[in-house]
């Protein structure tokens, strides 16, 4: 995802101290991890000006003195992080633009953060009633603001993507304004197996237009009875390259980008940073601790999902479900208990590392699959993903599924105060100044 990324509790404040009072002009600072990699820069601190940081304040300007610029400054510089200067236009309708003013402005402010913060890339951003613009300080070329939670919000200026006839349907529940978010989003899939290839084939056909699928698999035999797109032609074909042949059959127009590489390799989890929705379909613990924590160190939303069932003495004594979003604000696989440590530590060693360990017994036992079960869970991530990024209002984000009793109950899970992945003591919003639990390359 690129562009201004703010936590959900923090452009919430951020917007309500704007405008208490709409007389006059008022301005912010915001503190920023820039992720230069990915274009990105995720907000971790929003800071009030006080009245005496004011050189001039009015209802069409507002002019920051010399003193506080200072304490902007010394507080990026020592942190290491980007400046947004934030200002309010009251009277704006609509989104509103950049002034000659602002422009004038700007040129004096990049010059002086560019020489007190010289290793930041610094922006500028207009907050209206009605939406907001960013850019690059001093710069004309706009980019994206979102907010981040439980609910991915896009508060400037969308594209015009035109909404083609096929999605007319949909636009009748959820609008056009919906189909266009989804459609603008770069979408990225964890794991192309039986969850998987039900998520992409339900997103193609939503309209989805840009996808990076990850999964270092081929397909076996075993592999058929569930994966979505998969006929006997596809046995040893990458899973990636059947996932893409099966978009492009639904949508030729689509860009898909086929990595049949391990999410937990350095490289590949960096690849993460820049998208802006990601779907974890996979039940490898260590893929799930890295993008679990990419979800909230990049404010990178993520839907979870897993699949269970239990045979005992030949019968079936559980069918279960479980779909989960992870985004700033809601509790992460740790804060839910759902990744095992030892799990992660076995599978993030290379082969050799692992046969040399005394504490990895046996291989991996094949769980139980269904198409049914795995269809009912990805159907429910995917009307998550809806209710997260279009007006649908399905506002379940934990739910579960008991096949069963042939119920889907929503839930609530608490977050771990001080939490190591989504809490703002551990690396919520932390950008690149927090390492990942990634596979690194050896140097030889």
Known sequence: MSGLRFPSDLAEELRSYLFEDMTVETCAVAYANGVNDAGAWVVTSVAKVPEWAYERRTAVSAVLTGRYLVEIANTARLGGMSVVIVHTHPWTKGYPDFSIVDDEGETELLEYFGRRVPNSQHLAMVVGPEGCRARMLGAKTEIPVWQVGDCLLLLSPSGDTHAEQRYDRQIRAFGALGQRIIAGLRIGVVGAGGTGSLVIQQLAHLGAKNFTIIDPDVVERTNLNRLVGATFADLEMPKVFVARNLLLRIDPDAEVEALQRDVVDEDVAAMLKSLDFVFLCTDSHASRAVVNQIAYQY?????????????????????????QMLSAGLPCLVCTQSLDGEQIRQELMTPEQRAADPYVIGAHEPQPAVISLNSTVASLAVTMFLGAVTPAPAGARLQLYDGIRGTVRPTVARQVLNCLACSPSGALAKGNRRTLPVRRKRNL
């Open 299 to 323: 404010l990178v939303p993520t839907i979870d999902m897993g699949v269970s069932i239990t045979v005992k003495a030949g019968q079936i004594s559980h069918l279960t479900g479980r779909t």
